[in-house]
């Protein structure tokens, strides 16, 4: 049987285990925030991402890259670039991605991205594992608008490791 002491502290400690695990949450969303504006700026994935998305990239990355070496593909392979799954285009301005860049944590844990570059607005929504303050990438989609002031509403196509996946399974391009 319970001591009359152990009952009354029960709600107590019932209350820091709660705010314990909102100092844990609010940790986890801002570090899932600091890597989504991390990998946007850089350009890319793969160094943030989880083992299983970085073997795919990889292997979807040589694909192209032995497509490249084709004639029916000269130069330009099947045009898999993680940059372009982070609004990055041919001529990007890290300097408007730091000026609009907007971003929240979902109910579902994704972290939602907006922001514009070079004369369009992007939305780029992350999939990510986290351990204590550690997050990797686990996927990535996106969307654009060719309107800078009006964001879409949802992403627009596969993600990035559907993607990266068809290619694998196709030993080609996705798109052929």
Known sequence: MLSKSVIRLAPALALLSVLGMS???????????????????????????TP???KALQQADAISS???KTVKYQYHGC??????????????????????????????GMVRAT???IGSANLVEFDMVCKGNS???????????????VFPKRTSGMSLKQE?????????CSWE
């Open 135 to 149: 997050c990797q990438i686990s996927d990535v989609r996106s969307g654009y608008s060719d309107n800078p002031k």
């Open 23 to 49: 100092n844990v949450a609010f940790a986890n969303n801002q570090a899932k925030l600091n890597l989504a504006k991390k990998a946007v700026l850089a350009g890319e994935v793969s160094p943030y991402a």
């Open 52 to 54: 299983s998305l970085k």
């Open 164 to 172: 990266a996946q068809l290619m694998i399974s196709k030993n080609s």
């Open 79 to 108: 045009e898999f670039a993680e940059h372009f799954y982070l609004g990055w285009g041919n001529d990007s301005s890290e300097a408007d991605i730091k000026r609009t860049w907007k971003a929240s944590v979902t109910k579902s």
């Open 66 to 68: 032995r497509m490249a």
């Open 115 to 117: 922001f514009n570059n």
